[in-house]
């Protein structure tokens, strides 16, 4: 039995790969952007005003994280993305996605059919709001620190079936399953 947890900012795969890996591995999926896109579109808002809401109204990140939290204590066989998951599901086995602010910024674009200068903008700003938070409700000053993490992987310039198999192959060697 595992828990996976992915860590990873926009366009760097977590999606991606949280779904090819449930495929492969036949475990269930939780994917923290999801709920918070629908947590969003409940309250009017888009992705980004919520980001920037949660900066001075910490009931919707509570929430977010009570829900992830819960989900790590009540199941197993899961992949869970979501960029607190490794601190909610402290018994899973941490993966942490990095990639090129280009690159990752470029999938964004493509994904959701917008100007690539629009997209880093909002990329910006969100992460900005997205750090502020994790320090003022956390304590976490660098939620990409290495101490964090069981795999670290740079999804820029690889699929994300070898990506999978990087996880997959960590999860052997750490006898996670």
Avoid at 25 to 53: C, H, P, Q, V, W
Avoid at 78 to 91: M, N, Q, S, T
Avoid at 136 to 163: A, M, Q, R, S
Wanted: hydrophobic content about 35%; charged content about 35%; aromatic content about 10%.
């Amino acid at each position: 039995m595992a828990k996976i947890t992915i860590f990873g900012l926009a366009g760097t795969g977590k999606g991606t790969v949280c779904r090819l890996l449930c495929e492969k591995l036949g475990y269930r999926s939780f994917s923290g952007g999801d709920f918070a896109r629908e947590t969003a579109r409940k309250m009017g808002l888009t992705i980004n005003e919520i980001d920037e809401l949660s900066r001075y109204d910490k009931s919707v990140d509570i929430e977010r994280d009570r829900v992830i939290e819960d989900f790590g204590k009540t199941n197993d066989n899961f992949v869970v993305e979501a960029r607190l998951g490794w601190k909610f599901i402290p018994d899973s086995y941490k993966v942490s996605f990095e990639c090129d602010f280009e690159e990752r910024t470029r999938r964004v674009a493509q994904r959701e059919k917008k100007d690539i200068v629009t997209v880093q903008a909002e990329t910006v700003q969100r992460e900005n709001a997205i750090y502020d938070r994790f320090l003022k409700y956390y304590g976490i000053k660098n939620v990409n620190d290495p101490k964090h993490f069981d795999l670290i992987i740079d999804t820029t310039h690889i699929t994300p079936e070898e990506i999978a198999e990087k996880i997959i192959n960590g999860l052997k060697e750490n006898n996670v399953f």
